[in-house]
């Protein structure tokens, strides 16, 4: 089943099961979605969904941050369940050494350039593992590896 028809199908589920939060956050991702579309003017592939929902989360996360900062709690939990609604569509993440392997292996031969080469790291490794891996991880991560060298 595609990432497109287990959202159409998780938001029926949360329409008649009247799940406020998990409906609107779905409704919220179905319009991002036809947003990108729109903008690419060609149906979804399940890659660009994955970029849709994790961009929407990005989104989440930068508003939990400020509102936490500001002191509203209570938007900030709301922020919170969003979020946890759209890491339900995320693959699984790659643990720490999972993380600390590919890096090594991704890294290994770019090591005599040092840090110059950080960026062709950071891009291989989050083409390779689109959705799997944060990004600021994987630039600590590189960074740290490069600089050691």
């Known amino acids: 089943m595609s990432i497109a028809e287990q959202i159409d199908k998780d938001y029926i589920q949360a329409y008649k099961a009247k799940d406020q939060v998990r409906l609107g956050t779905l409704r919220l991702l179905k319009t991002a979605a036809k947003n990108k579309q729109v903008e690419l003017m060609r149906p979804l592939t399940d890659d660009d969904y994955m970029t849709v929902i994790i961009r929407e989360l990005k989104q989440r996360q930068d508003s939990i941050e400020q509102f936490t900062a500001a ?59 689109k959705g799997r891996v944060d990004g600021k991880m994987v630039n600590v991560a590189v960074k740290a590896r490069l600089q050691q060298a």
């Open 71 to 129: 002191g509203r709690t209570d938007l900030a939990d709301k922020e919170a369940a969003e979020a946890e609604v759209l890491k339900g569509y995320m693959p699984e993440q790659l643990s720490e050494e999972e993380l600390a392997e590919v890096v090594e292996k991704v890294c290994a031969p770019l090591l005599e350039g040092g840090l110059k080469n950080m960026g062709k790291a950071i891009s291989a490794i989050m083409a390779e593992y």
